[in-house]
């Protein structure tokens, strides 16, 4: 899964405390509405909350894991210990559902 260079270019240069990084995994965990979360924050930083919450769960689909990786692979957080803090609680499926429109507007595979 390759994403685009203008989005890992976002996530090499996202600087987030850890604070923000809560307070965006609390919205997303509330607010199902991936539109204004990304709006508000960013689409790599939502970005990331979702990728560490996929990669630390069970019952994702193979294309969901490899774009998590993905994302990951390319943000260098301040503290490791920053990436436990960006997983949200959010059932699997619903999830997927909002997550399969971001990697669709962050890679470059034909079909995602």
Known sequence: MKLDAEFVKEIKSLSLSRNTIREIAAALEKRYDYVSNIKKYGRAA????????????????????????????????????????????????ILADNSASLRKITTLDACN
């Open 46 to 93: 939502v970005a990331v909350c979702t990728a560490a919450t996929i990669s630390s769960g069970h019952g994702y689909e193979r294309t969901q894991i490899a774009w998590a990786y993905e994302v990951l692979r390319w943000w260098k957080p301040e503290k490791s210990s920053h990436v436990e803090v960006a997983r949200f609680n959010l059932h699997p499926a």
